[in-house]
C-alpha cells in the first residue's frame, strides 16, 4: 500500500490527506494462473471420462452388426425353423420337439449341412435369456448362421 501526501499548493495550513491505492497487478495474475490450473484440470478430467466410456463398450460381446436395413436370410440354403412359444415349449419345423432332443436335431442339421441356417421365432413374450440359449446350443454344435424372425413393419 503506497501512502504518499498530497501537494497543498492551494490549501496552506491544511490537514494532511493520504492517498492509498490498491496494486491488482498481482491479483490478477494469481486468477490467470487458477483459471489456467482449472482448463488443463477440466480437459484432462473429460478425456479421462471419455477413455472410461470407451474401455466400457469395447469391453463385453463383440458383435458384428450388419449396416442399413434388416438382411433377408438366404433362401437357397437349408435352413432349420426353431419356434420357441410363450408357454416354453420348442418347435423344429412346425414339430413339437423336447428340449433335451434339441442338441440331437442341431447335430443333424450340422452333419447334413454345416453352412445349415437356424432361424429362430420366438413369441415377443419369450424370455431373451431362453433365445440366447437356442443360440448358444447352436452355435456349441457348429451352426453358425444363425438369424431370428420378426415381424415385418
Given at each position: 500500500m503506497a501512502i504518499a501526501k498530497?501537494?497543498?499548493a492551494d490549501l496552506e495550513g491544511a490537514e494532511?490527506?493520504?492517498?492509498?491505492?490498491?496494486?491488482?497487478?498481482?491479483?490478477?495474475?494469481?486468477?490467470l494462473v487458477l483459471l489456467l490450473i482449472f482448463m488443463v484440470g477440466s480437459t484432462l478430467a473429460v478425456k479421462k471420462a471419455k477413455d472410461d466410456i470407451k474401455s466400457e463398450?469395447?469391453?463385453?460381446?463383440?458383435?458384428?452388426?450388419?449396416?442399413?436395413a434388416?438382411?433377408?436370410?438366404?433362401?437357397?440354403?437349408?435352413s432349420i425353423i426353431v419356434g420357441i412359444q410363450k408357454n416354453?415349449?420348442?418347435?423344429?419345423?412346425?414339430?413339437?420337439?423336447?428340449?433335451?432332443?434339441?442338441?440331437r436335431y442341431f447335430q443333424k442339421a450340422f452333419d447334413t449341412d454345416k453352412e445349415t441356417?437356424?432361424?429362430i421365432k420366438a413369441d415377443a413374450g419369450v424370455?431373451?435369456?431362453?433365445?440366447?440359449g437356442v443360440m448358444e446350443r447352436a452355435k456349441?454344435?457348429?451352426l453358425t448362421r444363425l438369424a431370428i424372425a420378426t415381424k415385418g413393419g
Open positions: 498530497l501537494p497543498d494532511e490527506s493520504i492517498f492509498s491505492e490498491i496494486n491488482v497487478t498481482p491479483l490478477t495474475d494469481i486468477f463398450k469395447s469391453q463385453g460381446l463383440k458383435v458384428n452388426l450388419p449396416s442399413g434388416a438382411q433377408e436370410i438366404d433362401p437357397g440354403r437349408k416354453g415349449q420348442i418347435l423344429i419345423n412346425g414339430v413339437a420337439v423336447v428340449e433335451n432332443d434339441l442338441d441356417q437356424v432361424v424370455n431373451h435369456g431362453r433365445v440366447v456349441q454344435i457348429g
